[in-house]
């Protein structure tokens, strides 16, 4: 047995197993030699190996068997040396599975051209998030792995996860960047066990210098699916690549996820994206009109309207957006100014929607919960510290999340007077700065009444 024989049988099976399975999988293998009956195959990496050995390694047999009989046996070694050849067949498998990744496995998970860094209006709520992503996308190792964002709906994690994508195909093309949806993640899971392909399916995810999962909470639950993503993301993490993942809540939050996983997940660097401030709100608005004043170059707008928008529309960016695409759109049409008028006609129904709908009696309930209170306690004339300090909190959101008046929230909280009410709310406005357990409690409260 030599390699000219080899180079024989590598004909037939190409044309046994198909082209597409050759170039894969048996192009890069190399005939070493024959010892007592067992023929040595050096593959560039075990995984490889192991692959060929399970899915060809009958046929490879039978044909080396067909030319010397004496061989009995095959045997794979990962070579750290790369011969001219074998570099060229690791290329080429390299393409090959850049091709599976952008074929199989990132339809349904394109990247929007709009969601870059240039189009992400930075401010208070979201700038550590941008600068983690920015530092992410320059394609060089971080002190951090993985990098966790989240927050609510509409503020901006998917654009960031986008404007990475994107900024790492410039940066690093020679970087494999796979982004998908922990959805998409669980159905490539669930297909490749019904086509009995998981090697296929753990080549795929455990060969790409970047795994990006939006949404990763949709996981949650699925044990099997739990069970992978574990895998695949320790394999990834001793390999040294970057990991991104998505979530509308902290992974301490997420109901259903294993143990070990949010412990992984809280490994890294964990980012909340807050709630947009009106500031923000209005610096979104405002790139949007100079986006849109191309498209429609003659229309004209009251400057009051973008600072009612950002006032009025408060809990999703992307129905900021959409009111002011609906909104321009509906101009142009009729060929009308936009006025404050005029908008508060157009986008009625989306204005009625984003009216603040928490009530006082709400937030009372969520604080006595949170506390392990009675609710007749915390808004009764007990003024012991177990029942003042959640009593100060939830007179606190009142006056941050309703509409309500002073006088109307004393009264709700047992006919107290507004001046007690004001106390309260400036008393727990000085121990958010000074007491950071009353600051992580008012905003875990606070997401559990936007939600």
Same mark, same amino acid.
């Given at each position: 047995m030599n390699n000219d024989l080899w180079g024989q049988i590598q004909e037939e099976l190409q044309e046994t197993i198909g082209k597409n399975n050759f170039t894969n999988w048996i192009s890069p293998i190399n005939f070493s030699d024959v010892v007592d009956g067992v023929a040595t195959f050096k593959v560039p990496t075990t995984f490889l190996g192991n692959y060929v050995s399970q899915n060809f390694g009958d046929i490879i047999l039978s044909? $080396?068997?067909? &030319?010397?009989? %004496?061989?009995?046996?095959? @045997?794979?070694?990962?070579?750290?040396? &790369?011969?001219?050849?074998? @570099?060229? *067949?690791?290329? !080429?498998?390299? &393409? +090959?599975?850049? +091709?599976?990744?952008?074929? !199989?496995?990132?339809? %349904?998970?394109? #990247?929007?051209p709009r969601f870059t860094f240039d189009s992400f209006i930075v401010g208070k709520p979201n700038e550590l998030a941008h600068a983690a992503a920015r530092r992410v996308a320059d394609g060089t190792s971080v002190t951090f792995n993985p990098l966790f964002l989240y927050g609510g709906v509409g503020l901006g994690k998917t654009h960031l996860m986008h404007a990475i994508a994107w900024e790492l195909s410039n940066k690093r093309p020679?970087?494999?960047?796979?982004? $998908? @949806?922990?959805?998409?993640?669980?159905?490539?899971?669930?297909?490749? $066990?019904?086509?009995?392909k998981m090697m296929d399916f753990k080549q795929i995810f455990r060969s790409v210098d970047i795994l990006m999962v939006d949404d990763v909470q949709f996981i949650a639950g699925k044990d099997s699916t739990q069970e992978e993503f574990f895998h695949t993301f320790n394999a990834l993490v001793d390999q040294g690549k970057q990991i991104i993942i998505s979530a509308d809540r902290a992974p301490g939050e997420i109901k259903g996820l294993e143990e070990r996983i949010k412990s992984r997940l809280q490994c890294g660097l964990v980012v909340d994206l807050h709630p947009t401030n009106y500031e923000l709100r209005l610096g979104i608005l405002q790139s949007k009109v100079d986006m849109y004043s191309k498209q429609y170059p003659d229309l004209s707008f009251d400057p009051e309207v973008l600072e009612f928008l950002a006032l009025r529309i408060s809990t999703n960016v992307r129905v900021l957006e959409g009111a002011?695409?609906?909104?321009? *759109?509906? +101009?142009?049409? &009729? %060929? /009308?100014?936009?006025?404050?008028?005029?908008?508060?006609?157009? #986008? *009625?129904?989306?204005? /009625? +929607?984003s009216e603040r709908k928490i009530?006082?009696?709400?937030?009372? /309930?969520?604080?006595? !919960?949170?506390?392990?209170?009675? $609710?007749?306690?915390?808004?009764g004339p007990k003024r012991l510290r177990t029942y003042a300090r959640p009593r100060q909190i939830a007179m606190y959101l009142s006056k941050n999340l309703t509409s309500r008046s002073l006088p109307e929230i004393g009264r709700r909280f047992g006919g107290r007077d507004h001046t007690t009410v004001m106390h309260g709310v400036k008393r727990i406005e000085e121990l958010k700065i000074q007491d950071g357990q009353v600051a992580e409690d008012v905003e875990i409260l606070r997401r559990a009444l936007e939600a």
């Open positions: 044909k $080396l068997n067909s &030319v010397d009989k %004496g061989i009995t046996r095959i @045997s794979f070694k990962a070579s750290d040396t &790369v011969s001219p050849k074998k @570099s060229e *067949a690791m290329n !080429e498998l390299k &393409v +090959a599975k850049s +091709a599976i990744n952008r074929s !199989e496995v990132i339809p %349904g998970a394109p #990247l929007d020679d970087l494999t960047v796979l982004y $998908l @949806s922990a959805e998409q993640f669980m159905y490539r899971f669930v297909q490749s $066990l019904r086509e009995r002011l695409t609906r909104l321009f *759109a509906f +101009a142009s049409l &009729v %060929g /009308r100014h936009i006025t404050l008028e005029v908008t508060q006609d157009c #986008l *009625a129904d989306v204005l /009625r +929607a009530t006082i009696e709400e937030i009372q /309930r969520k604080v006595s !919960e949170h506390y392990n209170i009675r $609710l007749s306690d915390m808004i």
